[in-house]
């Protein structure tokens, strides 16, 4: 897009803000939509050339399928009641959290619906209370966790006592039909309260004897006593019990998954066997705890094909969930996946590099600063076109392989202080976005201490509470702050125009977004 006029800059209205933190970049990561997947294929791609397709597929942080383009999940903010649906950065890509950040700025959000990936009715994730499928319990709060998935920010569905989603079911295993499952869930939000589940589970609530649900159960809890550590575990919840193995007596072969991302997986042909494995879901392979018969009652099976995520098939229409724990993805699927396939989609969720915190300014990452000021949320900071000025300007994706150039920026090691951060032009190699007389320009490294100190910026929370801010190193009172579409360093107050008190706090807070080129 053509950058604005100087005209344009002076007489540009500015009002208040409504933005927050959204999406970053760090290094690994080529494709500016966030997608992460191995090989060009998504977990539920995997099941299905293995002959095992996804029947549902679940997630807060990243696509299941390399083709899916849709949403992901639904935040309900509690100021309006409003709803936003929050899809991916890309097809096959990591979670637009930009969206939820922005949306939730300055208020409380809930998850009300996770989307089920495969298309299927009926097997979308609502919260079991009023308003989402009826019951006992609330929606979980949507900003408990943030973490980074291949670098990008996401956030995980943080459940805990009193918060559980159902699903009625559509194309489910039933009877006793083959079923695989898989969830990554983490090991250090856990509890022995019952049950924090996600598989196939009783459609009318109730627990309708042995077999009646297939689940995956991650927690504390030891059901039938006897067990040897602490947890947490991957079980089976097959109704009337959680199953360490093929029977009630405690299983040998556990072992306890602490880790902070923790991948799960329980696979049952409904009549003989099933197996329990377990992984860290950040590198390595799969353990099998158990592999073998299923328990004396539990065969066949007598599944009835609704989902459950966070709690026990016997609830919540009147009892409230116990249990807490992490979900981060998972899927349903159809058949008895091989140990093969297992074994692929375990080395893809490695890969898709699930790591906690959302630090956006890791060296070599490349970024967009996007202005929070509502008068230009579209608007990016970027290199004028012609003269060594940096301004903010209007970049969409239509704009020009140019355009978005000028908008993008690698961060690199802070010249003078590397505990702070430098701005590299990417389409202007050894060229930094730097101070002089107060103004903002990029020029080229010319190896003076002068310029390292005018070069380095060291971030800190927004100060308008969205997003970041950009301490200068040499005038620590001086924020990197837009005014009239120009960019500055700039105090809250002072003698020069740009130092101006309004909307100082809003015009020094940037997003930290995808980056253009």
Same mark, same amino acid.
């Given at each position: 897009?053509?950058?604005?006029?100087?005209?344009?800059?002076?007489?540009?209205?500015?009002? /208040?803000?409504?933005?927050?933190?959204?999406?970053?970049?760090?290094?690994?990561? *080529?494709?500016?939509?966030?997608?992460?997947?191995?090989?060009?294929?998504?977990?539920?791609?995997?099941?299905?050339?293995?002959?095992? !397709?996804?029947?549902?597929?679940?997630?807060?942080?990243?696509?299941?399928?390399?083709?899916?383009?849709?949403?992901?999940?639904? *935040?309900?903010?509690?100021?309006?009641?409003?709803?936003?649906?929050?899809?991916?950065?890309?097809?096959?890509?990591?979670?637009?959290?930009?969206?939820?950040?922005?949306?939730?700025?300055?208020?409380?959000?809930?998850?009300?619906?996770?989307?089920?990936?495969?298309?299927?009715?009926?097997?979308?994730?609502?919260?079991?209370? !009023?308003?989402? /499928?009826?019951?006992?319990?609330?929606?979980?709060?949507?900003?408990?966790?943030?973490?980074?998935?291949?670098?990008?920010?996401? +956030?995980?569905?943080?459940?805990?006592?009193?918060?559980?989603?159902?699903?009625?079911?559509?194309?489910?295993?039933?009877?006793?039909?083959?079923?695989?499952? +898989?969830?990554?869930?983490?090991?250090?939000?856990?509890?022995?309260?019952?049950?924090?589940?996600?598989?196939?589970?009783?459609?009318?609530?109730?627990?309708?004897?042995?077999?009646?649900?297939?689940?995956?159960?991650?927690?504390?809890?030891?059901?039938?006593?006897?067990?040897?550590?602490?947890? !947490?575990?991957?079980?089976?919840?097959?109704?009337?019990?959680?199953?360490?193995?093929?029977?009630?007596?405690?299983?040998?072969?556990?072992?306890?998954?602490?880790?902070?991302?923790?991948?799960?997986?329980?696979?049952?042909?409904?009549?003989?066997?099933?197996?329990?494995?377990?992984?860290?879901?950040?590198? @390595?392979?799969?353990?099998?705890?158990?592999?073998?018969?299923? !328990?004396? @009652?539990?065969?066949?099976?007598?599944?009835?094909?609704?989902?459950?995520?966070?709690?026990?098939?016997?609830?919540?229409?009147?009892?409230?969930?116990?249990?807490?724990?992490?979900?981060?993805?998972?899927?349903?699927?159809?058949?008895?996946?091989?140990?093969?396939?297992?074994?692929?989609?375990?080395?893809?969720?490695?890969?898709?590099?699930?790591?906690?915190?959302? /630090?956006?300014?890791?060296?070599?990452?490349?970024?967009?600063?996007?202005?929070?000021?509502?008068?230009?949320?579209?608007?990016?900071?970027?290199?004028?076109?012609?003269?060594?000025?940096?301004?903010?300007?209007?970049?969409?994706?239509?704009?020009?392989?140019?355009?978005?150039?000028?908008?993008?920026?690698?961060?690199?090691?802070?010249?003078?202080?590397?505990?702070?951060? =430098?701005?590299?032009?990417?389409?202007?190699?050894?060229?930094?976005?730097?101070?002089?007389?107060?103004?903002?320009?990029?020029?080229?490294?010319?190896?003076?201490?002068?310029?390292?100190?005018?070069?380095?910026?060291?971030?800190?929370?927004?100060?308008?509470?969205?997003? +970041?801010?950009?301490? =200068?190193?040499?005038?620590?009172?001086?924020?990197?702050?837009?005014?009239?579409?120009?960019?500055?360093?700039?105090?809250?107050?002072?003698?020069?125009?740009?130092?101006? /008190?309004?909307?100082?706090?809003?015009?020094? =807070?940037?997003?930290?977004? =995808?980056?253009?080129?």
């Amino acid at each position: 897009m053509v950058l604005a006029l100087p005209v344009f800059r002076r007489l540009r209205r500015r009002v /208040t803000v409504s933005s927050a933190v959204v999406a970053l970049v760090l290094p690994g990561l *080529v494709a500016a939509g966030g997608t992460s997947q191995a090989a060009g294929q998504g977990p539920c791609d995997i099941y299905a050339a293995g002959g095992t !397709p996804c029947v549902a597929a679940h997630s807060t942080t990243r696509a299941l399928f390399t083709a899916y383009n849709g949403s992901l999940y639904q *935040v309900q903010r509690a100021s309006d009641n409003a709803v936003r649906d929050i899809g991916v950065l890309s097809a096959g890509g990591i979670a637009d959290a930009a969206a939820q950040d922005t949306f939730c700025a300055g208020t409380t959000c809930t998850i009300t619906r996770v989307y089920d990936q495969t298309g299927a009715g009926g097997n979308t994730l609502v919260y079991q209370g !009023p308003g989402g /499928t009826g019951g006992a319990d609330t929606a979980a709060v949507a900003t408990t966790e943030a973490l980074t998935v291949g670098g990008r920010k996401a +956030y995980a569905l943080y459940i805990n006592p009193g918060n559980s989603y159902f699903a009625g079911g559509s194309g489910v295993p039933t009877g006793s039909s083959p079923e695989g499952e +898989y969830l990554v869930t983490s090991g250090t939000h856990v509890s022995n309260g019952c049950c924090f589940d996600y598989g196939n589970t009783e459609t009318d609530h109730r627990a309708d004897g042995n077999g009646a649900m297939d689940a995956i159960n991650f927690g504390t809890e030891c059901w039938f006593g006897g067990c040897a550590g602490t947890g !947490p575990w991957v079980q089976a919840d097959l109704e009337n019990g959680l199953f360490s193995g093929g029977s009630t007596t405690w299983n040998p072969g556990q072992v306890a998954q602490p880790s902070h991302f923790v991948t799960a997986m329980l696979k049952n042909n409904g009549t003989t066997q099933m197996a329990l494995q377990g992984a860290n879901a950040q590198s @390595g392979g799969l353990t099998k705890f158990y592999g073998g018969a299923l !328990p004396g @009652g539990y065969n066949p099976m007598h599944k009835q094909g609704a989902i459950i995520l966070g709690s026990g098939g016997d609830c919540c229409q009147t009892n409230r969930n116990a249990s807490a724990g992490t979900f981060y993805e998972g899927a349903v699927v159809k058949g008895y996946p091989s140990d093969a396939t297992d074994a692929a989609v375990q080395a893809n969720i490695a890969a898709a590099g699930y790591a906690t915190g959302t /630090t956006p300014f890791t060296p070599g990452a490349k970024v967009s600063l996007q202005a929070t000021t509502s008068c230009c949320t579209g608007d990016f900071l970027r290199h004028d076109t012609g003269d060594d000025k940096v301004v903010i300007a209007p970049v969409t994706a239509s704009s020009t392989a140019t355009d978005k150039g000028a908008a993008t920026w690698i961060v690199r090691p802070g010249l003078a202080d590397g505990s702070c951060i =430098s701005f590299e032009a990417a389409d202007a190699a050894g060229s930094y976005l730097r101070h002089y007389a107060f103004q903002l320009h990029l020029q080229p490294k010319d190896g003076t201490g002068q310029f390292a100190a005018d070069a380095t910026f060291c971030p800190t929370p927004g100060n308008s509470g969205a997003g +970041y801010s950009f301490q =200068s190193a040499n005038f620590p009172a001086k924020y990197l702050r837009h005014y009239s579409s120009t960019a500055y360093i700039a105090s809250d107050g002072g003698t020069s125009a740009w130092d101006t /008190t309004s909307l100082w706090r809003e015009d020094s =807070s940037w997003l930290a977004a =995808s980056p253009w080129g």
